[in-house]
C-alpha cells in the first residue's frame, strides 16, 4: 500500500502529518480514558462481582503491569517490523478484551482480562510516542507533545465523570461494563484510519538505510527478569489486603527476592551488549544522562501519581457515601487544569527546559500537603469541598510534569531508537506506577480495616496514604532539579 504521507502533494505534506498525529492522540485517548474511567467504576465492581481488596488492586495494577512489561518489545517491533502495523495490532486487540472485559461474569475473569488488556495496550502505545517522533521534528515536536499531554488531561478529566454518569444512569452492573465496552465504538473509528493515514514505513529503518537494525533481537531473559522483579515488589502489598494479619502476614521476604533479581539482571544486561545482542536496557541509553535521570523522574513520579485518583474515589464514594458522579465531579480540576497545563507545556518547555518540570513538581507537593491536612485535620464538609480546589493546582502542575518530562527525555535519542526508547521510558513509568498503586493502596484498605471504616477512619486512610504520595513526589523533585543543574536551567 503506498505510503499516505510520502503520497501526499508537496503542498500538503504539513496538513498530512497532523492527520496522522488526529489518529495516534485518538488511540491514546482511549487506553488513557480507560485508566481513569475505571476508578471510579470500582466500587461497583466490588459490590457487583464481589471482588476482594487483592481483585481491585489486580484489575487495575495488573493492567498497569502488563501494559509496562509489553512496551520495551513493543516498541522494538514498530522500529524494525512497521509501526503502524504494530500500532493496528494494539488497537484491534484492545478493542476485544475491552468487549471481553465488559461482559466479564466474575473477578478472577476481569483481572485476568484486564491483563490481556494492557498487553494490547503496551503493543499500541510505543507506536504513539515513536509515531510523534517520527512525524515532527523542533518546535512541532514540542507541540506535538503539547497537545499530547492535553489529550492525557482530556481523558484523565472526561473519564472520571463520564464513568461516574454511567455508574449512576446506567445502574452499578450495567454501568460499570459500560465502561469498557465504550472503547469498542472508538476502536472502530480509528482502525480505518489508522490504516489509510499512519505511515507505512518507519523513517529511518526502511529499505536498509544506515544505522537500520534488521535483527528482531529481544531480550526475553531481561523482559522475564523486569517481570519478576516487579511481582516480587508488587505482591507482598497486594496480598497484605486481604491477609488476616493485615501488613504483617504479607511475606515481605519477596524484596530479598527482588535484590537478588535486580543483581542478575544488571549482569544479564551487561553480558547481552558485551556480545552485540539486544537488551531491555540498551548500554547506549543507560549511558544517555539525560535519558536515565528523565526516565527516573518519570518512574518515581507515576509511583505517587497513579494511585491518587483510586483512594480519592474510595474515600468518596464508600467514606462520605456520595454518588459516582459526585466522586468523578470532585476530580475534574485535577483533570482540566492538567489539560491546560499540558497544552501550554510544549511552548514553555522549549523557552524554559527542565525548570518547567521541577516548578510543577514543587506545585503538586504543596497542593498534595494540602490535601493531606484538610483529610487529617478539617471538619468532614470543608474536606469534601476543599480537596477539589486543591487538585486545582495539583492538576496544574500534573501537565507540567508528564509531556514537558517525556520531550526532554527522548530530546537526545536518534530515531532510530525512538521506538526503543519511548518503550523503556513508558515500561519504567508504568511499573513505578503499578509498584505506587500496589503500596498506597494496601496501605489505605490496610488502615480502613485496622480502624473500622466509618467516615474518619477513609479520611486517615486518604491522609496517610497522600502523605506516602508526597514522599515519592519530592523524590521526583530532588531527580529533576539534579537534571536542570546538570543542563545548566
Known amino acids: 500500500m503506498t505510503d499516505p504521507l510520502s503520497s501526499r502533494s508537496p503542498q500538503q505534506p504539513s496538513r498530512a502529518r497532523w492527520g496522522a498525529f488526529i489518529v495516534v492522540l485518538a488511540a491514546g485517548f482511549m487506553t488513557l480514558l480507560d485508566v481513569s474511567i475505571v ?79 494492557g498487553v494490547f495496550a503496551g503493543i499500541m502505545n510505543p507506536q504513539v510516542i515513536a509515531l510523534i517522533q517520527e512525524l515532527f521534528q523542533g518546535s512541532d515536536r514540542a507541540r506535538a507533545f503539547g497537545h499530547f499531554g492535553m489529550t492525557i488531561g482530556v481523558s484523565t478529566a472526561i473519564g472520571p465523570l463520564l464513568g461516574g454518569v454511567l455508574v449512576s444512569g446506567l445502574g452499578p452492573d450495567l454501568g460499570w461494563r459500560s465502561v469498557f465496552l465504550i472503547n469498542v465504538p472508538i476502536g472502530l473509528v480509528v482502525i480505518p484510519l489508522a490504516w489509510k493515514w499512519l505511515p507505512s514505513r518507519t523513517v529511518g529503518l526502511a529499505d536498509g538505510e544506515e544505522g537500520a537494525d534488521t535483527s528482531v533481537g529481544i ?25 488476616a494479619k493485615g501488613l504483617a502476614g504479607a511475606p515481605w521476604w519477596l524484596l530479598a527476592v527482588a535484590a537478588v533479581l535486580a543483581v542478575i539482571l544488571v549482569l544479564w544486561e551487561r553480558w547481552r551488549d558485551s556480545h552485540g545482542k539486544s537488551a531491555v536496557l540498551p548500554e547506549v541509553l543507560v549511558h544517555n544522562t539525560g535519558f536515565v ?32 458522579w459526585v466522586a468523578g465531579l470532585a476530580q475534574m480540576p485535577f483533570a482540566l487544569a492538567s489539560a491546560v497545563s499540558a497544552a501550554k507545556s510544549g511552548r514553555r518547555v522549549t523557552l524554559h527546559g527542565r525548570r518547567v518540570v521541577v516548578e510543577g513538581l514543587a506545585l503538586m507537593v504543596v497542593s498534595l500537603i494540602g490535601i493531606v491536612l484538610l483529610a487529617a485535620f478539617a471538619p468532614q464538609r470543608v474536606a469534601e469541598w476543599g480537596i477539589p480546589v486543591l487538585l486545582l493546582p495539583a492538576g496544574w502542575a500534573g501537565g507540567s510534569v508528564i509531556s514537558p518530562n517525556q520531550s526532554l527525555t527522548l530530546a537526545d535519542v536518534p ?50 496514604s497522600m ?3 508526597v514522599v515519592m513526589i519530592v523524590s521526583a523533585l530532588v531527580i529533576g532539579i539534579i537534571d536542570s543543574r546538570r543542563r545548566g536551567a
Not at 221 to 238: S, T
Not at 450 to 460: E, I, N, R
Open 39 to 117: 476508578n471510579v467504576a470500582l466500587p461497583a465492581i466490588e459490590t457487583g462481582l464481589a471482588a476482594t481488596p487483592s481483585h481491585i488492586q489486580w484489575i487495575v495494577a495488573g493492567y498497569s503491569l502488563a501494559f509496562g512489561l509489553v512496551l520495551v518489545p513493543a516498541g522494538r517491533l514498530g522500529d524494525i517490523v512497521g509501526r503502524r502495523r504494530m500500532f493496528l495490532i494494539g488497537v484491534i486487540g484492545f478493542v476485544l478484551s475491552s468487549a471481553v472485559a465488559g461482559f466479564s461474569t466474575s473477578a478472577d475473569m476481569l483481572a485476568v482480562t484486564r491483563l490481556v488488556q
Open 293 to 324: 535521570l528523565g526516565a527516573s523522574l518519570g518512574a518515581v513520579y507515576f509511583a505517587g501519581f497513579t494511585g491518587i485518583f483510586i483512594v480519592l474515589t474510595l474515600y468518596y464514594q464508600q467514606g462520605l457515601g456520595a454518588p459516582a
Open 219 to 243: 531480550d526475553m531473559g531481561g523482559l522475564v527478569l523486569i517481570g519478576g522483579i516487579v511481582l516480587a515488589i508488587m505482591w507482598p502489598f497486594v496480598t497484605a489486603s486481604s491477609s
Open 467 to 469: 502523605m506516602l504520595t
Open 415 to 464: 530515531n532510530q531508537q525512538a521506538g526503543t526508547a519511548s518503550g523503556l521510558l513508558q515500561t519504567l513509568q508504568r511499573l513505578g506506577g503499578s509498584v505506587g498503586l500496589a503500596l498506597l493502596t494496601t496501605v489505605f484498605f490496610s488502615h480502613v480495616a485496622t480502624s473500622g471504616g466509618g467516615s474518619a477512619g477513609y479520611a486517615q486512610a486518604l491522609a496517610i
